[in-house]
């Protein structure tokens, strides 16, 4: 059965370990609730990444468990409980390692992209 064409055609599927990541680096630079975990990716990344809901939330739950997030109830600025999550000790190390390994991964494909075939 053929594929559909994507709605966003400039849009990036994530890898789970690549959002992860993305996640895990976005809470370094504050807590958020999911929303804004989700604009955070988009808008840093110039509208190419996005983080739906449906791959995101399953995300965080994983994070959670993982005890590299921790997360709690709080009332947002237009008075509506929101999940904010913020990253652990054990999920600034995680990131550190993910970091580590995606230096890696880009180094590996910038040398078989970069390599000229003769």
């Known amino acids: 059965?053929?594929?559909?064409?994507?709605?966003?055609?400039?849009?990036?599927e994530l890898l789970q370990g690549t959002l992860d990541l993305l996640i895990l680096q976005?809470?370094?630079?504050?807590?958020?609730?999911?929303?804004?975990?989700?604009q955070a990716i988009r808008t840093g990344s110039s509208e190419i990444?996005?983080?739906d809901t449906g791959s995101l939330y399953p995300a965080l739950h994983r994070l959670?468990?993982?005890?590299?997030?921790?997360?709690e109830w709080k009332t947002s600025e237009n008075q509506q409980r929101v999940k904010v999550y913020r990253l652990?000790?054990?999920?600034?190390?995680?990131?550190?390692?993910?970091r580590s390994r995606w230096e890696q991964l880009v180094q590996a494909m910038g040398g078989i992209l970069g390599h000229e075939q003769a």
């Open 1 to 12: 059965m053929p594929r559909k064409p994507p709605v966003h055609p400039n849009r990036i």
């Open 26 to 38: 976005t809470l370094q630079w504050g807590p958020r609730h999911g929303y804004g975990i989700s």
């Open 49 to 51: 990444l996005r983080a």
């Open 64 to 71: 959670e468990r993982a005890k590299w997030i921790a997360a």
């Open 88 to 98: 652990t000790a054990a999920g600034k190390k995680q990131l550190l390692a993910e």
